[in-house]
């Protein structure tokens, strides 16, 4: 039996909770409900139907239904665990704006903690996070992948369509382990929120447009520029230092603030 309409007729697309819709008269088949009018049981996935079963309402033969929504699908599998990922990357980091960054001069407190964009890549979730202090793409391991013996502060380059970008390695109790590439730190320039999802959003396209390619081959003036600007802000607050007020000692170090408090504090003492 091929379906119309959906998945080009690929029966093996739909997973046994496929949700179908008569294209005839807009009938639903659940499989958690079954169908009364022909005896079938609740939990019979639409595949196993008997070839003569039809329509309930208007007699449609199993070939017009089309896929309503897939709960099982590998889309929706993705979407799931892709959203419980992000809900545990928000959380934690929201939780390191109340507790180490709120009180920061750099932050914008305009902003806040969000993750924006993220869709599967290579099998594993990347997309955009927004915090008030950095906006980073950030890359998370497979299902099953485990990346908690990470060494947070390594390097790597990773490619996309776009160029080759550096990512930093970190792990956090509640994240795991995660690889981040620094896109804007600090956030002073955005206004709003929304501002800032723009440019996420944004960002997400760009990354996989091969015409971007030739500006991002300039990684490694990119990279001498940076360190040049951290150099600079260092020799700064050197100076300060000299003849400034003393330091809060709960303040975040440094190398904290630099990588977008992405390094776990517990990790860096050991």
């Not at 008997?50 to 309402?57: A, L, M």
């Not at 199993?62 to 990922?85: N, W």
């Not at 299902?143 to 930093?168: R, V």
Request: hydrophobic fraction near 40%; aromatic fraction near 8%; proline fraction near 7%.
């Amino acid at each position: 039996m091929r379906f119309e309409g959906s998945f080009l007729g690929a029966n093996d697309k739909i997973s046994p909770q496929a949700i179908m819709e008569c294209k005839i008269c807009w009938t639903p088949y659940d499989p958690a409900e079954g169908d009364d009018t022909r005896q079938v049981m609740p939990g019979t996935p639409f595949l196993a139907l008997p070839d003569d079963w039809k329509c309930p309402n208007c007699d449609a033969p199993k070939e017009q239904f089309l896929v309503s929504e897939d709960p099982g699908s590998d889309a929706a599998q993705d979407a799931g665990m892709i959203a419980e990922r992000t809900t545990l990357l928000e959380t934690d980091f929201t939780e390191v704006w109340h507790d180490k960054m709120r009180d920061v001069p750099i932050v914008n407190k305009a902003l806040h903690v969000q993750a924006v964009g993220f869709r599967m890549h290579d099998g594993r979730p990347l997309g955009v996070l927004i915090s008030p202090w950095f906006m980073n793409l950030v890359q998370l391991p497979a299902q099953g992948e485990d990346w908690t013996d990470l060494n947070p502060g390594a390097k790597e380059h990773l490619d996309f369509a776009s160029g080759e970008y550096e990512f930093i390695h970190n792990v956090r109790q509640m994240v795991g382990g995660y690889k981040a590439c620094s896109l804007f730190s600090p956030m002073n320039e955005f206004k709003t929120q929304a501002q800032a999802v723009d440019v996420a959003e944004a960002v997400m396209v760009a990354l996989f447009d091969e015409g971007n390619r030739a500006e991002t081959d300039r990684a490694g003036d990119i990279r001498a520029a940076r360190e040049e600007q951290i150099a600079v802000a260092e020799a700064a607050e050197a100076e300060q230092a000299d003849d400034a007020a003393p330091v809060l000692g709960d303040a975040p170090s440094r190398r904290e603030v630099i990588t977008a408090g992405l390094s776990d504090p517990a990790r860096d003492e050991g």
